[in-house]
């Protein structure tokens, strides 16, 4: 069964930077489309960021772009997102998640890794 | 970019049958897959509807998805509740690199 862990998450203060990693296992890391998701508390989910198996395609929403980059590195199965300038709508759970070769799916998700921005 | 547009919360009663709707605000529904997810509290989402109206492996056939060209809305339909049900519910669909989430529907189970 596909396992994703996330850590980095934590308490942060506006303006700051972070960095998540989320750890692959169980499956072949390298042939799956990645993305971040999150959910702020009360809100629904939002799709973050997503890069393809070979880092060649990558996209943001467009409340993180220019501020947060997502990256992976196959030889270690990680996932990662730099998050510059944080703001307070930043906070939220935010997970890794596969995506399905077969169906336009987030197919597997972690536990998520908390960040809460706060002065 | 478009939204995705779902009741805030439903209910029903163990047995029943609940539908959740979700509108999208422009450009056609059928242009691309309606996918829905279930997140129950504490857990993390999972698929239970993929491309319109095919269930993953291991999810029900109490769970249904359609979509409806002339409401321009995607439903997923729910039949013989059961109390494990209960969660937040949210279809999701995409356009050019561009991933879109309804704001979840709250089901909850009487």
């Known amino acids: 069964e596909v396992q994703l862990v996330e850590s980095g998450g934590g308490l942060i203060q506006p303006g700051r930077s972070l960095r998540l990693s989320c750890e692959a296992s169980?499956?072949?890391?390298?042939?799956?489309?990645m993305h971040w998701v999150r959910r702020a508390p009360g809100k629904g989910l939002e799709w973050v960021a997503g890069?393809?198996?070979?880092?060649?395609?990558?996209g943001y929403a467009d409340s993180v772009k220019g501020r947060f980059t997502i990256s992976r590195d196959n030889a270690r199965n990680s996932l990662y997102l730099q998050m510059d300038s944080l703001t307070l709508e930043d906070t939220a759970l935010y997970y890794c998640?596969?995506?399905?070769?077969?169906?336009?799916?987030?197919?597997?998700w972690g536990q998520g890794t908390l960040v809460t921005v706060s002065s | 970019n478009f939204m995705l547009t779902q009741p805030h919360s439903v209910s029903g009663s163990p047995g029943k049958t609940v539908t959740i709707s979700c509108t999208r605000s422009?450009?056609?529904?059928?242009?691309?897959?309606v996918q829905w997810y279930q997140q129950r509290p504490g857990s993390s989402p999972t698929p239970v509807i993929s491309?319109?109206?095919?269930?993953p492996s291991g999810v029900p056939d109490r769970f249904s998805g359609s979509i409806d060209g002339s409401s321009n809305s995607a439903s997923l339909t729910i039949s013989g509740l059961k109390t494990e049900d209960e969660a937040d519910y949210f279809c999701q669909s995409y356009d050019s690199n561009n991933y879109v989430f309804g704001g979840g529907t709250k089901l909850t189970v009487l």
């Open positions: 491309e319109d109206r095919q269930r």
């Open positions: 422009s450009g056609s529904i059928a242009s691309n897959y």
């Open positions: 169980r499956f072949t890391f390298d042939e799956y489309a």
């Open positions: 890069i393809s198996s070979n880092s060649g395609d990558i």
């Open positions: 998640a596969t995506y399905s070769h077969d169906h336009p799916l987030f197919e597997s």
